[in-house]
């Protein structure tokens, strides 16, 4: 019995590695051949698969299998996947402009140099998921989850952050110019060097984040909560501070 048991660990075991590394094919080839001949596959298995640098624009995949997919390049612009599974995908500079993802998961996904303007993002979970140099300008990630998320360097002019969940995520340098965070949560968050220049910030919590050398010309940090923020070399210009909770007290200076 115990031979038997060990013997089933090791096979279990075996196949995770496989499946890390990409060998152990997951997707059902019969939705594989759907989808590319008629840019439709909801509630397909694709897992794992590879398209790498295929035109799927408008394509129909809601809650569609394509976690640790392959999708380098791929341009999914207007693309319906909402609900959809992405989990650990590679969609490094692929095109999603415009794309409808309400709810999905991208867990840890590579979104790197993607473009992702406009796209809807609302109530998806991009924890751990890699957005460095990505364009997100003017999409819509409300209530989204992206808990020690990576975007350095992003732009995000515009975009709609309300009350998303943001610890401990790293927007270094990012462009965050008229954004809007009402009321997320940036607990311990890296905003170094980032431009939030007339972005609204009204009900947030920024407790421990690191806002030095950022531009807040013109921010709103009404009730926001900046308790053990580092705001050295910060750049406050016309930035609106009212029943703003700081280390040292309320800070009403611009009511």
């Not at 897992?47 to 640790?68: I, K, R």
């Not at 979104?111 to 924890?127: I, R």
């Not at 311990?188 to 421990?208: D, H, I, Y």
Request: hydrophobic share 45%.
């Amino acid at each position: 019995m115990f031979h038997q048991n060990l013997s089933i660990k090791l096979v279990v075991a075996l196949w995770v590695v496989l499946c890390s590394l990409g060998q152990v094919k997951g997707y059902d080839d019969e939705h594989l051949v759907r989808l590319l001949q008629t840019n439709v596959c909801v509630r397909c298995n694709l897992m794992g698969v590879d398209l790498a640098g295929l035109d799927l624009a408008e394509a129909q995949l809601n809650w569609t299998n394509l976690n640790y997919a392959n999708l380098e390049g791929v341009d999914l612009s207007g693309a319906q996947l909402e609900g959809a599974h992405l989990w650990n995908a590679n969609l490094y500079n692929a095109t999603l402009k415009d794309a409808y993802l309400i709810n999905a998961t991208l867990s840890g996904a590579n979104l790197s140099e993607a473009n992702l303007s406009t796209a809807d993002f609302s109530m998806v979970d991009m924890s751990f998921a890699n957005l460095a140099v990505s364009n997100l300008s003017g999409s819509n990630l409300g209530g989204s989850r992206l808990y020690r998320a990576i975007l350095t360097k992003a732009n995000m002019a515009n975009a709609a952050l309300n009350g998303a969940s943001m610890n401990w995520v790293d927007l270094s340098e990012s462009n965050l110019k008229g954004a809007d965070l009402n009321r997320s949560n940036l607990w311990n968050a890296n905003l170094s060097g980032a431009n939030l220049e007339l972005a609204n910030l009204a009900l947030t919590n920024l407790s421990g984040a690191d806002l030095s050398h950022t531009d807040l010309s013109r921010a709103n940090f009404t009730e926001a909560s900046l308790v053990h923020s580092n705001l050295n070399g910060a750049l406050f210009n016309e930035t609106i501070l009212c029943k703003t909770e700081k280390t040292e007290g309320i800070d009403n200076s611009g009511c």
